[in-house]
């Protein structure tokens, strides 16, 4: 599985767009590229989900270069509700259900009024 | 979407007593249940796979015999925190293939504190 490098934290404000990369330089062919976010006791919810270019959805866009080493999370206009930890993950979407997701460090958001 | 409904929320126990913990996946079948243990302001640590009918597959370093688990039916995985300790106090998250936008669904998690 392609080891996922992230900002351990981020700091924003309210309103602010907030930008979060994540590097993956061993990321393989059928490699997908998903993002989960998860509030304090709470289990991960999944965010979106992309291959390559962007993929945007009503929560998020994702970036992913050409190269797909690195892929950037975007939250537009962040609100005090967006403070959570974000995990970048990297996998081969055939494997669902057959193994376990396997989280990185990710990335602690905290968004200021 | 898919619902995998994880019980209890939070419990407290004392030292050498048993705790278990449910998950059931609602609406749909999880033949394969994921459980992970996460401490606090550390990422989710995968500590074993269970398989309904079979035996569960436990990662290195987690000891079957502590961490009883039971997937007796196509919905419903119970995970058995034997002798707790308070080393074992934790955030324990089960996780099912389902029927998200990338196949997995989580609980919502177990906060267990052992006195």
């Known amino acids: 599985l392609a080891k996922t490098t992230q900002p351990i934290s981020m700091d924003s404000y309210e309103g602010q767009e907030v930008n979060i990369t994540c590097s993956h330089n061993n990321i393989a062919t059928n490699d997908y590229i998903t993002w989960y976010q998860q509030f304090p006791s709470q289990g991960p919810r999944f965010i979106i989900q992309g291959y390559k270019t962007k993929v945007t959805n009503e929560v998020a866009s994702l970036f992913i270069p050409a190269d797909r080493k690195s892929s950037t999370l975007s939250l537009p206009r962040v609100s005090l509700s967006d403070t959570a930890v974000y995990y970048c993950?990297?996998?081969?979407?055939?494997?669902?259900?057959?193994?376990?997701?396997?989280f990185g460090s990710g990335t602690r958001l905290q968004v200021q009024p | 979407g898919a619902v995998v409904s994880q019980h209890p929320s939070w419990v407290i126990c004392k030292s050498g007593t048993s705790v278990k913990i449910e998950c059931r996946s609602l609406d749909f079948q999880a033949t394969t249940m994921f459980w992970y243990r996460q401490f606090p302001k550390q990422s989710l640590m995968l500590m074993a796979t269970s398989n309904e009918g079979s035996k569960a597959t436990y990662e290195q370093g987690v000891e079957k015999d502590k961490f009883l688990i039971n997937h007796a039916s196509l919905t419903l995985s119970t995970l058995t925190v034997t002798s707790a300790h308070p080393e074992d106090s934790s955030f324990y998250i089960c996780?099912?293939?389902?029927?998200?936008?990338?196949?997995?669904?989580f609980g919502s998690g177990t906060r267990l504190t052992v006195v």
């Open positions: 996780s099912a293939p389902g029927q998200d936008d990338y196949g997995y669904t």
């Open positions: 993950l990297v996998g081969d979407e055939g494997d669902t259900g057959r193994r376990a997701l396997t």
